[in-house]
T-cell receptor, first 115, second 109 residues
Framework: NAGVTQTPKFQVLKTGQSMTLQCAQDMNHEYMSWYRQDPGMGLRLIHYSVGAGITDQGEVPNGYNVSRSTTEDFPLRLLSAAPSQTSVYFC??????????????FGNGTRLTVT | DQQVKQNSPSLSVQEGRISILNCDYT??????FLWYKKYPAEGPTFLISISSIKDKNEDGRFTVFLNKSAKHLSLHIVPSQPGDSAVYFC????????FGSGTQLTVLP
C-alpha cells in the first residue's frame, strides 16, 4: 500500500497563478483533509471531506477550493496564489475523521512558495 | 487564539533519560487527544492517543497522561533514544483535529 500520496513535492508559483495540489489514498478511507503547516502555528485545517461528493471548510479555507469526486482523490486548488499561501501542505485521511481508533494518516507534504 | 498550545518550542534530553513533552488546551469539549511525530521532509505519523474518559495510556516506551481538571496533556518517552529526535505535535479533537505548534525533541547520544 502506498498510503497517502501527494504531488508535487515542491512548487514555486508567481502571485496570481493557479494550481492544483494532488492527493490520493489507497486505504479506502472515507475521511480526507488538507492542512497547512506554518512556523510557530502548527497544522491548520483548510478543508475536509467525509465522503465522495461531500466537502466542508476548516479553519483557514479562504483562497482554496476542493472537490471529492471519488473516494481516493481529494485535490486542493489555489485559485489565485498569494505570498501568504507560502507554506507546507499536508493531505491526511482516516476511516472516520480521527475518532478513537481511527487516527489520521498523512502524506509527505507539498512545499509551496509563492513569489 | 490557539486552543491547543505547546509552550516549549524545543527540548534536549540525554539518551536513556526520560523525555516529557507538554501540551495545554483551553476547550473542555475536546474528547480525544493524540500525539504525532514528524521527521524532516516527511508527514506527521501517529504515535499514541487517549480518550477523555481515561487519564493514562501506554504503548511501549510511550505514555500519554491526561489531566482534565488542568486541561493538560503530556507525553513521556522512557528511555529516550536518538531516533526519537523529531518534532512532536499534540492534537485535540472536538469535531475536527486542532494541532499545537510542535516541540522539537533532540535526544543527545
Amino acid at each position: 500500500n502506498a498510503g497517502v500520496t501527494q504531488t508535487p513535492k515542491f512548487q514555486v508559483l508567481k502571485t496570481g497563478q493557479s494550481m492544483t495540489l494532488q492527493c490520493a489514498q489507497d486505504m479506502n478511507h472515507e475521511y480526507m483533509s488538507w492542512y497547512r503547516q506554518d512556523p510557530g502555528m502548527g497544522l491548520r485545517l483548510i478543508h475536509y471531506s467525509v465522503g465522495a461528493g461531500i466537502t466542508d471548510q476548516g479553519e483557514v479555507p479562504n483562497g482554496y477550493n476542493v472537490s471529492r469526486s471519488t473516494t481516493e482523490d481529494f485535490p486542493l486548488r489555489l485559485l489565485s496564489a498569494a505570498p501568504s499561501q507560502t507554506s507546507v501542505y499536508f493531505c491526511a485521511s482516516s476511516y472516520s475523521g480521527a475518532r478513537v481508533g481511527s487516527p489520521l494518516h498523512f502524506g509527505n507534504g507539498t512545499r509551496l512558495t509563492v513569489t | 487564539d490557539q486552543q491547543v498550545k505547546q509552550n516549549s518550542p524545543s527540548l534536549s534530553v540525554q539518551e536513556g533519560r526520560i523525555s516529557i513533552l507538554n501540551c495545554d488546551y483551553t476547550n473542555s469539549m475536546f474528547d480525544y487527544f493524540l500525539w504525532y511525530k514528524k521527521y524532516p521532509a516527511e508527514g506527521p505519523t501517529f504515535l499514541i492517543s487517549i480518550s477523555s474518559i481515561k487519564d493514562k495510556n501506554e504503548d511501549g516506551r510511550f505514555t500519554v497522561f491526561l489531566n482534565k481538571s488542568a486541561k493538560h496533556l503530556s507525553l513521556h518517552i522512557v528511555p529516550s533514544q536518538p531516533g526519537d529526535s523529531a518534532v512532536y505535535f499534540c492534537a485535540a479533537k472536538m469535531r475536527q483535529l486542532t494541532f499545537g505548534s510542535g516541540t522539537q525533541l533532540t535526544v543527545l547520544p
